[in-house]
């Protein structure tokens, strides 16, 4: 049977591969290994050696893409996945909400202003106008969050599933995490360069690391395109115009290795991204038993970690941000407790958890189609 897996989002063209592209692979991938021929129908991905590189940049191994065929095929297809969740990837009969893209988008991306906040709306908009006519055609609504679900609930009155998006934890956990004193004195966050992640915020860390004398380096990791070059720039400016040259460090487009590296031997790991409706990252460095400062208004607070301050620590303002870095860095007893706990919740949000769910909702789908 013929799955084709479809992703045309143009943010990821835009500002660089996020999460939403990893979920599309790996939805692929695990179809494939449910006995699917699949197609990956991607804007972003039109070559195989495309395919290759992404899947090297989310540590997935090139057996498990080789099958993979791209664009859209010729021949029947049985079935149709929308790893998009918007209009732009066109009908489905299963639709993976990544966030939702009906709404405004200070809605959940707060921080964005200006031209990119205009842009947004637009597409909002458009994903407004047209998705009461995909609703009619599609058989099962998969939100990645209960923040996604609600949002999703509310404007439409349909109820989704919740299926958590993948982790890639295979190069994460096979080895017993760093403990406290065998860490680096670094303050870690993971993150693509683009305005909605809210970066900016960066600086006050900074300028309180300094303050408090803390003798800790702040790293902002993550993917970068250079249609956001004016917000790098921006970026480097305050931090150079607040003299944090000497204690922010900014990480572009790193391998796989590197960042994994990060992880396991960063003292904490700060998420800075409000409204954020899952957060990938954010499970990956519980998983290298990593603390994680994590925003309160968010999915990851609520699905992740279930709301539980023992196995992370949400922040409401700044305030709080700031005061739980320095709590957390001088309670050696407090970041055990919440290493070993973060570590342990990691564990259930694999990425083969991910195949054997999706692939449930892909078979029950084809057997009432046969039947």
């Given amino acids: 049977m013929l799955a084709l897996v479809r992703h045309h989002m143009i943010g990821s063209l835009l500002m660089g591969p996020g999460g939403s592209e990893y979920v599309a692979l790996e939805t692929a991938i695990a179809l494939k290994k449910a006995g699917f021929e699949v197609y990956l129908d991607s804007l972003g991905v039109r070559t195989f050696d495309k395919l ?3 899947s090297e940049f989310y540590g997935l191994s090139y057996e ?3 099958d993979i065929g791209l664009g859209y095929p010729d021949e029947k297809i049985d079935i149709v996945i929308n790893t998009s969740g918007d209009v732009l990837s066109g009908r489905s009969q299963v639709v993976y909400l990544h966030y939702p893209s009906f709404l405004e988008v200070n809605t959940y991306y707060p921080a964005v202003k200006g031209f990119a906040r205009t842009l947004g709306n637009l597409y909002s908009l458009l994903n407004n106008l047209f998705f009461p006519f995909y609703i009619k055609y599609t058989r099962v609504f998969i939100a990645n969050s209960s923040l996604t679900a609600w949002f999703f609930n509310k404007v ?4 989704p599933a919740i299926v958590y998006p993948p982790v890639n934890l295979d190069d994460i956990i096979g080895e017993e995490p760093l403990g406290y004193k065998d860490r680096d004195s670094r303050i870690l966050i993971i993150s693509r360069f683009s305005p909605e992640k809210n970066l900016e915020k960066v600086v006050s860390i900074g300028k309180m690391v300094k303050e408090h ?19 790098l720039k921006k970026i480097i400016d ?3 115009a607040n003299n944090l040259g000497d204690i922010i460090t900014l990480k572009l487009n790193i ?8 992880y396991k031997t960063s003292l904490l790991y ?6 954020e409706h899952f957060g990938i990252s954010i499970v990956e460095s519980m998983a290298a038993g990593t603390p994680t400062i994590i925003p309160k208004n968010s999915g990851a607070w609520i699905d992740i970690v279930d709301e539980n301050p023992e196995i992370s620590l949400p922040y409401s303002n700044l305030n709080e941000l700031l005061e739980h870095v320095v709590r957390i860095i001088n309670d050696e007893e407090l970041w055990r407790k919440i290493s070993l706990n973060a570590r342990l919740k990691s ?14 909702i892909v078979r029950k789908l084809i057997v009432r189609k046969l039947f």
């Fill in 52 to 54: 290759v590189s992404l």
């Fill in 64 to 66: 498990e893409i080789s």
């Fill in 156 to 159: 439409y009155g349909v109820e």
């Fill in 213 to 231: 004398k803390l003798n800790m380096e702040i790293v902002i990791a993550g993917s970068f395109s250079e249609r956001n070059g004016w917000y």
């Fill in 238 to 240: 305050e931090i150079e």
């Fill in 255 to 262: 391998s796989r290795k590197e960042l994994v590296k990060l």
């Fill in 270 to 275: 700060v998420h800075l991204t409000p409204m």
């Fill in 347 to 360: 564990l259930s949000f694999s990425r083969y958890r991910y195949h054997e769910e999706i692939s449930n």
